[in-house]
């Protein structure tokens, strides 16, 4: 691989982000010899740490996520790392911010190279952004930012946001992440959908009746409340994971693998998104909150929750698109904290088709994207010793040697943003497109707790969430398929 030269500056340094997943991710990377000699690392937050103190930091994020390392690789690596404790919104810490890149720059020959990675909290995002822009922290080589979710609270603060980073850097150069599209099962829509006659050609609503994603999570909002409750699941999981996860399903073939090709295919798609109107909010949409048990807190008694929150810590809804390969065919969706189980899946339900047998199930395509890696597709035979039609599943299951190889999301995305290849990471006009969308949600939503009567349900932890949402489907054959 390719030893890459590069300055790279982390806001959030000492935070649980880096330490869990970049450090980690950047210690593989530097394993397989991407980043190497040329590069060093300048975390920053507020706290007075020392440049010593943060590479223990670093050691012990490596040692908590390998199993077996050599000490001196884990050494040398965290010999690359520096801090500087930084107040964002002191215009003095640029300028020595500025000046330790500089010398690391000459240090490590990391040629005028800088990457930015915004790994804090994110209402500090656009002071970071104007700071580099106006201290003037890019380098004379390459520029690239990284930027995390959540990119804005709507459409009006992400265009905000996008104006302030758009000022130092160009749109080629900003990789606004979003770790499921670093997940193996979610990279591997796109090939399952374009390079089998038999998916490919039954991929149009002639086909397929319904296509259903569910996000869901056994934990709560846990410590995130403050955060959570000024969010929502709409907000935290559906603006950006599962529209990711809907875009690559809905895609037309992009012309090639290039990001171009891609984001070009996906902008185009995403023009025929239609955006829900109140009336279809109200019908088609289902919030929720989950409730207490013996020994779990309510959503609305968890620490740093409004007692009266609205917040949603569930919701269901429904989309489609007016063009593509799968105009017309409805999209359920539904993510929810306090789920019977972890479980990220997407099931793509068939048409039933005229028979001579009188088969009446579904047939369904389903992909498993957590916590197992799983693709399965129902088929059908006779019965051995009665007459009828059996159901059975032909699965495939990523053996355990595969998993092992399968790199970590982040370990993956941050790959390609040394190589600068922004083909997983979510351009402006997508972005943009998916806010609409959100707000016209949150929108309706806002009216319907202003006129006093927010139909919010109820439901019990650790279940399948509210039963209003077996409610939303256009027809009465229709139904959830994971139960
Ligand atoms: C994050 C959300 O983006 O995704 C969290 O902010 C959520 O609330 C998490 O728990 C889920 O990610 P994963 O990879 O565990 O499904």
Redesign the pocket.
């Known amino acids: 691989m390719k030893n890459i030269p590069v300055i790279m500056i982390i806001f959030g340094g000492s935070g649980d982000l880096a330490h869990r997943k970049l450090y980690p991710s950047l210690f593989n990377l530097y394993e397989q010899g991407l980043i190497h000699d040329n590069f060093a690392v300048i975390g920053t937050a507020r706290r007075p740490w020392s440049h010593e103190y943060l590479r223990e930091q670093v050691s012990d994020a490596i040692h908590e996520t390998h199993d077996q390392v050599d000490e001196n690789e884990v050494k040398a690596f965290a010999s690359h790392f520096y801090y500087q404790s930084h107040d964002v919104t002191n215009v003095e810490h640029y300028v020595t911010l500025k000046k330790l890149a500089q010398e690391l720059d000459d240090r490590y020959s990391a040629q005028g190279n800088c990457l930015f990675y915004m790994a804090m909290a994110p209402r500090f995002f656009g002071t970071i952004a104007t700071h580099i822009n106006d201290q003037h922290l890019t380098g004379s080589g390459f520029n690239r930012i990284v930027v995390e ?1 959540p990119f804005g609270h709507d459409l009006v603060s992400a265009e905000q946001l996008n104006k302030e980073i758009t000022a130092s850097f160009d749109e080629n150069d900003i990789f606004r992440i979003d ?2 599209l670093g ?1 193996e099962m979610i990279q591997n829509i796109m090939p399952m959908r374009f390079t089998n006659p038999l998916i490919k050609n039954i991929w149009s609503g002639e086909y397929i009746k319904n296509i259903q994603i569910t ?1 869901a ?1 056994r ?1 709560g909002v846990e410590a ?1 409340g403050g955060y ?1 409750d000024t969010s929502g699941a709409l907000r ?2 559906v603006q ?2 599962i529209f990711q996860i809907i875009t690559l399903l809905a895609v037309p073939e992009p012309k090639d693998l290039s990001s171009d090709s891609v984001h070009q295919a996906k902008q185009e798609l995403l023009k025929s998104l239609i955006i829900p109107t109140p009336e279809e909010v109200k019908k088609n949409f289902v919030r929720g909150q989950y409730l207490g048990s013996d020994t779990t807190f309510a959503y609305k008694k968890e620490p740093n929750v409004d007692p009266d929150s609205t917040t949603e810590t569930y919701v269901a809804g429904k989309t489609k698109f007016t063009s593509g390969p799968i105009a017309g065919v409805p999209i359920y969706f539904r993510t929810g ?1 306090e789920f019977k189980e ?1 479980k ?1 899946r997407i099931d793509i339900v068939l048409k039933h088709i005229n028979n001579p047998y009188g088969q009446a199930h579904s047939n369904n395509i389903t992909i498993e994207v ?1 916590p197992e890696s799983k693709i399965y597709i129902t088929i059908n035979g006779k019965k051995i010793d009665e007459p009828g039609i059996r159901r059975e599943d032909l699965t495939y299951a990523f053996s355990k040697e595969e998993m092992a190889k399968v790199p970590d ?1 982040y370990e993956r995305l941050l790959h390609d943003v040394f190589v600068n290849d922004s083909t997983n990471f979510t351009h402006w006009s997508e972005l943009k497109r998916y806010w609409e969308f959100i707000d016209a949600v949150e929108d309706a939503w806002q009216k319907e707790n202003e006129a006093g009567n927010p139909e919010i349900a109820q439901y019990l932890p650790y279940r399948m969430g509210p039963k209003e949402a077996d409610n939303i489907f256009e027809s009465p054959t229709e139904h959830w398929i994971y139960e």
């Open positions: 979710k770790h499921y997940k996000l999570e934990l995130r959570y935290d999981m950006n994971h904290k972890k990220t957590d999301g």
